[in-house]
């Protein structure tokens, strides 16, 4: 591909994210709400809604309404402490090597 035709696609590509940009509140709702809808068919979420609003060019307001039992809430949080673990904690050590290597 030559120089000119990439910089070309680069620039329709920018166009179109341009021009749809004001459907990814629509977009983003849509998405948030198939993945709250897995977990409640999971049987980890009561009810839920879901509101996207755009508030200006590149910035959005959502609101998520989520309902769950006691004990739902109480598998979900210990859920999310057992897997805090496997997923900062390598981004920890990842992190200071560079730092590390860095000074």
Request: no cysteine.
């Amino acid at each position: 591909m030559t120089n000119r035709t990439a910089e070309r696609s680069w620039l329709f590509f920018a166009r179109l994210f341009l021009l749809l940009e004001p459907l990814s509140p629509w977009l983003g709702s849509l998405w948030l709400k198939r993945r709250l809808q897995r977990l409640k068919d999971k049987g980890l979420l009561h009810s839920y809604d879901v509101k996207t609003r755009r508030v200006k060019k590149f910035h959005y307001r959502v609101d998520m309404d989520l309902v769950m039992t006691q004990g739902q809430a109480k598998d979900m949080l210990n859920h999310i402490v057992d897997n805090i673990g496997q997923e900062v904690i390598p981004w920890l050590k990842k992190r200071r090597k560079v730092v590390r290597r860095s000074r």
